[in-house]
């Protein structure tokens, strides 16, 4: 079946790198997608990667995949206040390929 | 683009009413997703559209819940009559066809049932 799972809480210092992880079990992943939502708002697509692909950078976003593992990260460089906020892993897959399944999210907070 | 429109932002309601939760999706996009947030559940997906018919509903909780989208640029979600386990935030979203298109969220509107 389809499952997207995530850590629950991250906490890391200003200016520090921040690792998101999350794993998923569909093997038929497609797309592999990062959202972000900040209080009160919906999730707003920060990236994403295409599954033939093992790493994708944007600006201060690093996104790794590995497929072996089912291992998908984001590593948002020089973390700032302005980066707190809940961050959802996601999948589209072959099997249900109109659907994106949506991991619990991991909040992330910002100690100076 | 205005981005994905929700209707209202808050709603507050009595158990037993019945309620009514609107979207408007981005002009263009073929697909239309109804979500429900909860602190215990997270986010579920509820029901999705493909040019303007119900496609999978099988995330819908129960037959107090129904939705609709009578034509491209609108859709309802409809709880009656409503409880107070539906308290959450509703989203909806769009998304062009398949293949690498994301989902377009609306804020949200959230439901409290007392």
């Known amino acids: 079946g389809e499952d997207v799972e995530q850590s629950l809480f991250l906490s890391v210092r200003e200016g520090d790198s921040s690792v998101i992880n999350c794993t998923y079990t569909?093997?038929?992943?497609?797309?592999l997608y990062w959202y972000k939502q900040e209080p009160g708002a919906g999730l707003q697509l920060l990236t994403y990667?295409?599954?033939?692909?093992d790493m994708k950078q944007d600006q201060r976003l690093t996104v790794l995949l590995n497929k072996k593992d089912k291992h998908l990260s984001l590593r948002i460089a020089d973390t700032q206040t302005g980066d707190s906020a809940i961050y959802f892993c996601?999948?589209?897959?072959?099997?249900?390929?109109?659907?994106?399944?949506f991991g619990s999210g991991t909040r992330l907070s910002i100690r100076p | 683009d205005a981005g994905v429109i929700q209707s209202p932002r808050h709603e507050v309601t009595e158990m037993g009413q019945e309620v009514t939760l609107r979207c408007k999706p981005i002009?263009?996009?073929?697909?239309l997703f109804w979500y429900r947030q909860t602190m215990m559940r997270g986010l579920e997906l509820l029901i999705y559209?493909?040019?303007?018919?119900?496609?999978?509903d099988s995330g819908m909780p129960e037959d107090r819940f129904s939705a609709k989208m009578p034509n491209a640029s609108f859709s309802t979600l409809k709880i009656q009559p409503s409880e107070p386990r539906d308290s959450a935030v509703y989203f909806c979203?769009?998304?062009?066809?398949?293949?690498?298109?994301?989902?377009?969220f609306g804020n949200g509107t959230r439901l409290t049932v007392t």
């Open positions: 990667i295409f599954s033939n692909m």
């Open positions: 569909d093997s038929s992943s497609t797309y």
């Open positions: 996601a999948e589209r897959t072959y099997s249900s390929a109109s659907k994106i399944i």
């Open positions: 002009s263009g996009h073929d697909y």
């Open positions: 559209f493909n040019n303007n018919v119900p496609i999978d």
């Open positions: 979203a769009s998304s062009l066809r398949e293949g690498n298109s994301p989902l377009h």
